[in-house]
């Protein structure tokens, strides 16, 4: 009896202990893989990893743009129980009277939307605030925004942001998929009170990278500032500054006016301060696009700085117009080829144009870098105008020669002024210092004139702030030696489709003059009257964002200290140097909307050559002279009929100031 | 209800058998037994033994037991512990790594709101106007010297504008 009472408790015994058994097994083999999954689901959750946006910096590490985590407030319109409660709570939580919450909430609700913004970038205190409310209608979302802790500084060279942190303008639309970060994402194991035991990245965060220009914001603050009283003082309608470094390339400035502040852009896309006049707007340089023709008449003539060019008196006739000098002087007379630089002659402008030729100018040009871009990282860079050779018209070569008849910008000045600071090289400016912490790649130089012409062009362009030039003596640098060029150019009126009478006055220097440190382009447009002039407008800007810029680089000064003198305005009337525009009878350069000047081929580093010998073989006198006029050789001819011999032989390269010997047969 | 059983037990007292049997039964009773409950048939017995003289033979297998299984216990005690203590020890050191990780990330916000700070009271137009509050001016170019060479952090005086 008792044993079989045992029996049949053991049995029981064994079967609970079986039907356990089979239940573990149960859930530890067969439901597993379904049950771990879904206590996984109950205790991890997913977080993303931010990852900012990079910062941006100046050349000496100081931040112009970076990205700080913020919040949002949010709310389910169609799930608020009243509107005007709503409004009202939220106004008053998030400090926002007055700001028209109810209507939009009202708009909102009817239009049917499941999520609006209320507001962004709350402070900790609001977030706080907002979490300790009993609603189930609002949340708090966070993000990223961006900050310009130096307000409007560079404005135009940083650009801008939108809501979603994607660049919108400037380095941060042409960087953007550096600065652009990658957020991660992280699985977290949380306990019953969702408190974080353990975690693993799915994703890895990356973070955007960090860019480094070569703008120095001490600079760059003196070049607006200077910018915005010129503009301010002549009643201006804008202008633009670069300051860049002619053996690097560096541009240490770019300003333009007006100018906006990034952290509050403004609200319509098209507004005129978010135009970048450095880059981005062409104009008709004038009297200080000179500088390359005479450049281009030292490499490819044998004129010289002390060869007299006769400016007559004052006019010169082409093609059945008569061409003025700017001041009514009765003219320059002969004076020589340096002479014409400094008092800005048109006339004689013009002679040593013709003496370079229409090839040789429009080679130069390009050389030069005009007509393309320079490569530099801003969005809507404008590559400027020049009519391809065959479009170019009879009056074509005389307006370049003075600076019309075709459109650059002030970039692109400055890299032209550039060659002849460092040497005859011509380097390209350059934004980006480094990305990361690996410095950004530098395009070769490509020599564009040989050392003696820059060198050259260097004490040609000194003379122009001696007593005599046109910059003399607002671009007179206190303890440094300076040189430069000024420019005076007719504004084209699109309405009336004349020239009006108002100026783009600018003003192209360096300085020191034995080794540039830098090179300074000072563009103001719209100006008026004498005050308006390159000399009077754009040389005192270049006086003092020079001085400053010298002082902050510490460059030694090479003049001996004196007593400090005073840059006074002259009292005499400023000496004119308004190129005379509107010679060609076609549409302004302006006005052409095809891209008509698109690159054959870019400018490569062709090793100089100076101008090669033509074949006269078989030509008659008449024929060899016009030849050799319109390349601007100089021909000796000997004999007459039809050309023989010529020494140097044919496609031979002309040594400076060497002259073609041609014997003439019948 | 005692008073009945005494007067039936008189009763029967009377009679010649009971007067022969209780002497008898008084002495074959057991000395243990109790007094027994009244028309019951239960016997209660009660019996004081004492085994304080008894004495417990040691048992020279018991201390080996004793030990072996303080041993055993220990052990399962120890891999107990070291199966649940890393356990443990990695939950608790999850909770103290995941708000480290908290307050490294704040920590990391802050900084950069820190360097934002610091990046907006050193702009140029606030010290320009700090500056020109102080009545100070940049110097001249004859009006600098350069102490310590061509240095970026290089010192420049400021001159006091008269």
Sequence with gaps: MVERRLIVLGAALALWSAAIVVKLASLQLVHHLELARKARARQEIVRSLPAPRGSIYDRNGQPLAMSLPTQSVTVNPAKLPDLGVAAELLEQVLHMRGSGLYDKLKQANENGRGYLVVKRGITPQEAESVRALPVDWIDIESASQRHYPKGALAAHVLGGVDYAE???????????????????????????????????????????????????????????????????????????????????GDVLALASYPTFDPNTPPETAGDASRENHATGVPFEPGSVFKVITLSAALETTNLRPETPIDCGRGSITLFGRTIHEAEARGGYGVISMAQVLQHSSNVGAIRVGMRVGQQNLYDYVRRFGFAQLTGLPLPGESRGKLRKLPRWTATSLASISMGQEISVTTIQLAQAVSVIANGGLLVKPRLVLKLGNQPAPQATPVRVVKPETAFTMRHLMEAVVMPGGTGYPEARLAGYSAAGKTGTALIFDFTTNRYAHNYNASFAGMAPLPNPSIVVVVTLNETHGNGGYGGRAAAPVFNKVATEALRILEVPRDLPDGPAKTVAASQEEPSSDLAIAGLGAGPNILQDTDDDDQPAAPVTGVAFLGPTVPDFQGMTMRDVLAQAAARGLTVLPDGSGVAKLQYPPPGSVLRQGERIRVRFAR | ??????????????????????????????????????????????????????????????????????????????????????????TISGYRLESLRAEERRLLDEGRTLDLQEAELLSPDRLDRLAHNQNLVTPKSDQVFHLEGNQPDAAVAMVKKQ
Excluded at chain 1, 187 to 215: F, Y
Excluded at chain 2, 57 to 73: F, L, N, R, T, Y
């Design chain 1, 166 to 248: 994607k660049g919108n303008a400037g380095i941060e639309k042409a960087l953007d998929d550096a600065l652009h970060g990658q957020p991660g994402k992280e699985l977290i194991l949380t306990d019953v009170m969702r408190r974080g035991i353990a975690s693993r990245q799915a994703n890895e965060a990356r973070p955007g990278t960090p860019v480094t220009l070569t703008i120095d914001e001490r600079m760059q603050f003196v070049a607006e500032r200077q910018l915005a009283a010129a503009v301010e003082d002549k009643h201006a309608a804008s202008g633009s500054v670069v300051v860049m470094n002619p053996s690097t």
């Design chain 2, 1 to 90: 209800m005692a008073t009945l059983p005494a007067i039936f037990t008189w009763m029967g007292a009377t009679r010649p058998e009971a007067q022969a049997k209780p002497a008898q039964s008084r002495a074959e009773r057991d000395p243990y037994r109790l007094r027994a409950l009244p028309q019951e048939n239960v016997f209660f017995f009660c019996k004081k033994i004492d085994n304080g003289r008894l004495v417990r033979e040691p048992d020279p297998q018991a201390k080996s037991a004793c030990w072996s299984a303080i041993g055993v216990a220990s052990l399962a005690v120890a891999i107990l512990a070291g199966v649940l203590v890393p356990g443990a020890a990695s």
